[in-house]
Nanobody, 123 residues
Framework: QVQLAESGGGLVQAGGSLRLSCAAS????????MGWFRQAPGKEREFVAVISWSGGSTDYADSVKGRFTVSRDNAKNTLYLQMNSLAPEDTAVYYC????????????????WGQGTQVTVSS
């Protein structure tokens, strides 16, 4: 069973920064690209960022480009998301998962999700 544990969320003022972490089971972390997704109240979960297994390639949703940076530490089976210049529209529960791409879009590879970590940005 896939194990994913997100942490690092919190309440921050607009313009502030947060760094999220995701501890993943080695089985999933060692084989796949990993990424972040988020779900705001009343909205569907959406793709945020992805990083290749080697860490050499990244991609981002247009809404976070230039503000968020995804990274990974394969030795620690840990994924990170550095979020800068946060805005109220970034308020959501953030989740990590292995990622697959299809038709130019990104999807979670596994149907199991962690508990997520809440990010709230006040204006």
């Amino acid at each position: 069973q896939v194990q994913l544990a997100e942490s690092g969320g919190g309440l921050v003022q607009a313009g502030g920064s947060l760094r999220l972490s995701c501890a993943a089971s080695r089985r999933i972390f060692s084989d796949y690209a990993m990424g972040w997704f988020r779900q705001a109240p009343g909205k569907e979960r959406e793709f945020v960022a992805v990083i290749s297994w080697s860490g050499g390639s990244t991609d981002y949703a247009d809404s976070v480009k230039g503000r968020f940076t995804v990274s990974r530490d394969n030795a620690k089976n840990t994924l990170y998301l550095q979020m800068n210049s946060l805005a109220p529209e970034d308020t959501a529960v953030y989740y990590c998962n292995a990622v697959r791409s299809f038709g130019g879009a990104y999807y979670a590879r596994d149907g199991s999700w962690g508990q997520g970590t809440q990010v709230t940005v006040s204006s």
